[in-house]
């Protein structure tokens, strides 16, 4: 079973539509969450970190829930630049690794 | 402001050779980590230094070393190259557990 847990997709859905990502991740201890964006052949890029309280970003709400070790992602007003591979990333107690789930990719059409 | 930056960008090798890859973190991050993603795959941790002392350790083959420099750079060094080897390559910096920064990655290229 890997440490950090995503639904693969692809998940295609319309402009203007609102989708939720999930992420499970298996080591209690984690410290830090968060969720990279990652295009094509192109690096991650951080999109947000997530915090106990949950925040939001704009179209973007990230929480996270300890007690059930899942971490959340939601995208409002979908646009096609948001067609990528959304990445769940945790950090290890003691900061130094960042694991990374499997991807889920978006495809958002017109 | 200044990011993370990686060299060479790309890297074609041979099989059996030895391979360089360089990476500059963003100025007073204390923590670097390099990941290798194959085509396909989600990135997949090899090792991470922090304050230039190694301090985690991943999937990395052992025909792979790294090390951290007094000026904060990194070298990951790669001999006995295979076409499995094939990936690109990506460092990234954070200061301790705080988001981290990718740079942009050494696609290599195993023929």
């Known amino acids: 079973r890997k440490e950090v847990e995503q639904d693969p997709g692809p998940f295609n859905v319309p402009e203007g539509a609102t989708v939720a990502f999930n992420c499970t991740y298996s080591n209690s201890a984690s410290q830090s969450f968060f969720w990279y964006r990652q295009d094509c052949r192109k690096e991650p890029k951080l999109l947000m970190s997530?915090?106990?309280s949950g925040n939001e970003d704009g179209r973007f709400t990230a929480q996270l829930n300890r007690a059930s070790q899942y971490i959340s992602l939601l995208i409002r007003d979908s646009k096609l630049s948001d067609s990528a591979t959304y990445l769940c990333v945790v950090n290890n107690s003691a900061g130094n690794m960042l694991t990374f789930g499997g991807g889920t990719r978006l495809m958002v059409k017109p | 402001a200044a990011g993370v930056i990686q060299s060479p960008r790309h890297l074609i090798k041979e099989k059996r050779e030895t391979a360089t890859l360089k990476c500059y973190p963003i100025p007073r991050h204390d923590t670097v980590y390099w990941y290798q993603q194959g085509p396909g795959q989600d990135p997949q941790f090899l090792i991470s230094f922090y304050e230039k002392m190694q301090s985690d350790k991943g999937s990395i083959p052992d025909r792979f070393s790294a090390q951290q420099f007094s000026d904060y750079h990194s070298e990951l060094n790669m001999s006995s190259l295979e076409l499995g080897d094939s990936a690109l390559y990506f460092c990234?910096?954070?200061?301790?557990?705080?988001?981290?920064?990718f740079g942009q990655g050494t696609r290599l290229t195993v023929v």
């Open positions: 997530v915090y106990s």
């Open positions: 990234a910096s954070s200061l301790s557990r705080a988001e981290a920064f």
